[in-house]
Structures are given as C-alpha cells and as structure tokens.
C-alpha cells in the first residue's frame, strides 16, 4: 500500500513539474495580428531577451486586402472587408492557440493608424471582439514613430541610437533623451518625404508631359531635385543637434528593404543587417546604369522579385535618394553603426512586449 502511495505521489509531483515547466514557457511566446493599409499580417515570437532584442520568429503569415484604398475611395470599409477580415482574424486566432497553447495575454491585435479615418471602424473593432473575446487596439498615428522606435531599436540601446523609418509618404522616426530621475523623453523624427511623395515631386518638375515616363529625363530632374532634398534633410538634423551624439542608427522601411534584398542578394537571417554609405553609392550606380542586373536577378530570386513587383525603377532611384541623402547629411557618420531593421513586420509587436517588461523603461 505505501509501495503504491509513494508511486502514485511521484506521478503527481511529475506531473506537476511537466505543467509548470509546459506553463513557463509559453510566457515567452507572444503572437500578434495586425490588420495594416494593405493586408493582414501575423507574427509569432519567442523572446529570450527582450532587452537585447532577442528573439526568433516561430511564424509569420499575410493576406494582402487593399483597406487603405477602400477607405481612401469611400471614408469607410466596405462590409466584404468587414467580414473578411473577421473570418481571417478568427481563423489565425483558433490557430495560434491550438499550435502554441499560448497564453492569452501575450496575444495582441491592433488594427493600423488608417483605420482612425474610416467613419465604421468600430463595426470592425466590436465585430472581432465578439467572435474572439479580445480588444483591438487602433493605433494612434501620433504614437506610431513611438511605436516604431521601440520596436526597431533594442531597449539597450534607447540612449544611444536613433530611428530613420522611409515610407512611402513620409521619412519618420525618432530618438530618446535621458532625463534625470530615469525619466526618458521621447523625439519625434520627419521628413516630408517618402518614396512616392519624392517621386511625384520629381515628376512635376518635368515640363513636358511626354517625357514624364522617360527614364533619363527622370534621373536628369531627379538629380536636380536632390537639391530641396538636401535642404530638408539638413533642416531636420539642424534642428535635433543630440543625434550627433548618437553612434547608432537603424533604418527600416520599404526603401531600405528593397535595397538590403537587391543589393545584399543574400538570405540574412539576423534581425538586424549591418550596411555602409559606400554599399549604398554603389547602389544607387545599378539602378541609374545597370538595371538589368535587378531584373535578372528576379528571374531567379523570390525576394528580388517581390521588391521588383513592388518598386518601379523611378520608385527605387527616388527610395535610395532618400536613403543615400539621410546618411550623407549625418555628423561625422564614419563614426557610427548603422543597422537595417530587417524584420520590420514584427515591430509593433515588439513595441507591446516591451512595454509589459519588467526590465525595460518604455515610460517616455
């Protein structure tokens, strides 16, 4: 009888231990969903060290819908939006609970800063929340540059770096300060500028509406317009002197992605891609002189091709501009480290995780 007692006990308490262990680390797994301009986009985490930004994506997944056309057209989404949307979002939630057995705290879902503007988002919003029980979080476009630095930049490096995030309509980011008491101020970073607004800008300066396709008058108004370019890019940095004293700087963004795929041609699996301004220099001479290199490299390499299928050559030249002008207008960049945030997908997920930590000081 003790015989038995002692091995039903040992059961137990293995049985104990197996949940405890099973239970702690699913802490260290977060998912989120995040409905953008664009499609629906969903990441799963696992984080040793969010300090550190340490962690490795377990999955990711996208559906391309155009909600940003939708609302752009009408104000609002359409009810098929609606409705696909929660579908999806349904879906991917039943799936990430049952392959991770995650704990529902660290499952977040947001919903992107274009989703302010339509007249029936909360149709959308409390729709979701009906089917799966959890809140959606429409993101502030205030907060977005916040968001952005928290999640590109690792928490160990707040004090020292600075953000550079080139879209498609604007260049944002921002840095953080140290105040007394560990009290941290967050900076806000923008340029007017992004991959289309430049190139349309570009594309007005041609008077003959004929050439406005043309390529080589193109670059020929292009270098012109590198000019106000310059000009703006030196006024942002004039008026935030402290980035001077940063040594690091990250970029993410379209154009930095499409020039670490074309450029790199490599599949790099770190989180972040170390790049210079000469690579960039050298870049930018393929694009103007040696196209066809990228457009064979299409033909054969998935990631090319998707940055191909994104970017025209006038959208690449005009991202690298932009790029390029960035850099060259930094103090004393010899000095300085600068980082591609090659999994800009997962940012604002990161952004959240370090936000509930422990051990790192998002109060700014």
Same mark, same amino acid.
């Given at each position: 009888?003790?015989?038995?007692?002692?091995?039903?006990?040992?059961?137990?308490?293995?049985?104990?231990?197996?949940?405890?262990?099973? =239970?702690?680390?699913?802490?260290?797994?977060?998912?989120?969903?995040?409905?953008?301009?664009?499609?629906?986009?969903?990441?799963?985490?696992?984080?040793?060290?969010?300090?550190?930004?340490?962690?490795?994506?377990?999955?990711?997944?996208?559906?391309?819908?155009?909600?940003?056309?939708?609302?752009?057209?009408?104000?609002?989404?359409?009810?098929?939006?609606?409705?696909?949307?929660?579908?999806?979002?349904?879906?991917?939630?039943?799936?990430?609970?049952?392959?991770?057995?995650?704990?529902?705290?660290?499952?977040?879902?947001?919903?992107?800063?274009?989703?302010?503007?339509?007249?029936?988002?909360?149709?959308?919003? @409390?729709?979701?929340?009906?089917?799966?029980?959890? =809140?959606?979080?429409?993101?502030?476009?205030?907060?977005?540059? $916040?968001?952005?630095?928290?999640? /590109?930049?690792?928490?160990?490096?707040?004090?020292?770096?600075?953000?550079?995030?080139?879209?498609?309509?604007?260049?944002?980011?921002?840095?953080?300060?140290?105040?007394?008491?560990?009290?941290?101020?967050?900076?806000?970073?923008?340029?007017?500028?992004?991959?289309?607004?430049?190139?349309?800008?570009?594309?007005?300066?041609?008077?003959?509406?004929?050439?406005?396709?043309?390529?080589?008058?193109?670059?020929?108004?292009?270098?012109?317009?590198?000019?106000?370019?310059?000009?703006?890019?030196?006024?942002?940095?004039?008026?935030?002197?402290?980035?001077?004293?940063?040594?690091?700087?990250?970029?993410?963004?379209?154009?930095?992605?499409?020039?670490?795929?074309?450029?790199?041609?490599? @599949?790099? $699996?770190?989180?972040?891609?170390?790049?210079?301004?000469?690579?960039?220099?050298?870049?930018?001479?393929?694009?103007?002189?040696?196209?066809?290199?990228?457009?064979?490299?299409?033909?054969?390499?998935?990631? /090319?091709?998707?940055?191909?299928?994104?970017?025209?050559?006038?959208?690449?030249?005009?991202?690298? @501009?932009?790029? /390029?002008?960035?850099?060259? =207008?930094?103090?004393?960049?010899?000095?300085?480290?600068?980082?591609?945030?090659?999994?800009?997908?997962?940012?604002?997920?990161?952004?959240?995780?370090?936000?509930?930590?422990?051990?790192?000081?998002?109060?700014?």
């Amino acid at each position: 009888m003790l015989k038995k007692n002692k091995t039903q006990i040992l059961f137990f308490i293995l049985l104990n231990l197996f949940f405890s262990i099973n =239970s702690f680390s699913q802490k260290s797994i977060y998912a989120g969903i995040e409905i953008g301009r664009r499609a629906i986009k969903v990441s799963v985490v696992d984080v040793n060290n969010i300090k550190k930004a340490d962690y490795k994506i377990l999955s990711f997944w996208t559906e391309r819908i155009p909600f940003a056309d939708h609302i752009a057209a009408n104000g609002e989404l359409t009810q098929e939006d609606i409705t696909k949307t929660s579908v999806i979002v349904v879906d991917q939630l039943k799936q990430i609970r049952a392959n991770y057995k995650i704990l529902e705290e660290n499952i977040f879902i947001v919903a992107a800063p274009v989703f302010a503007s339509a007249r029936n988002v909360e149709a959308l919003t @409390n729709k979701i929340s009906t089917l799966t029980n959890k =809140s959606v979080d429409v993101l502030n476009v205030s907060e977005e540059a $916040k968001t952005l630095v928290k999640g /590109a930049i690792p928490p160990v490096d707040f004090a020292t770096a600075f953000l550079l995030d080139i879209g498609a309509q604007t260049t944002k980011g921002g840095y953080i300060d140290e105040l007394k008491d560990n009290k941290l101020e967050f900076v806000p970073l923008e340029l007017s500028f992004g991959t289309m607004t430049l190139t349309d800008a570009v594309e007005k300066t041609v008077v003959n509406k004929s050439q406005v396709n043309d390529m080589s008058t193109f670059q020929e108004k292009s270098f012109d317009y590198n000019v106000i370019l310059r000009k703006k890019t030196k006024e942002l940095f004039d008026a935030n002197p402290p980035l001077a004293k940063k040594d690091k700087l990250y970029l993410s963004g379209g154009a930095v992605w499409a020039f670490s795929t074309l450029f790199y041609d490599e @599949n790099v $699996k770190d989180h972040y891609i170390t790049l210079t301004l000469q690579d960039v220099v050298d870049y930018d001479a393929i694009l103007k002189n040696n196209f066809n290199k990228y457009t064979n490299l299409a033909k054969t390499n998935k990631e /090319a091709a998707r940055v191909l299928n994104t970017y025209d050559q006038k959208y690449l030249i005009s991202a690298n @501009n932009i790029l /390029a002008t960035c850099l060259e =207008s930094i103090p004393d960049l010899g000095s300085k480290k600068i980082y591609f945030v090659k999994d800009g997908q997962v940012t604002w997920l990161i952004s959240y995780i370090a936000d509930r930590s422990k051990k790192v000081n998002t109060n700014f």
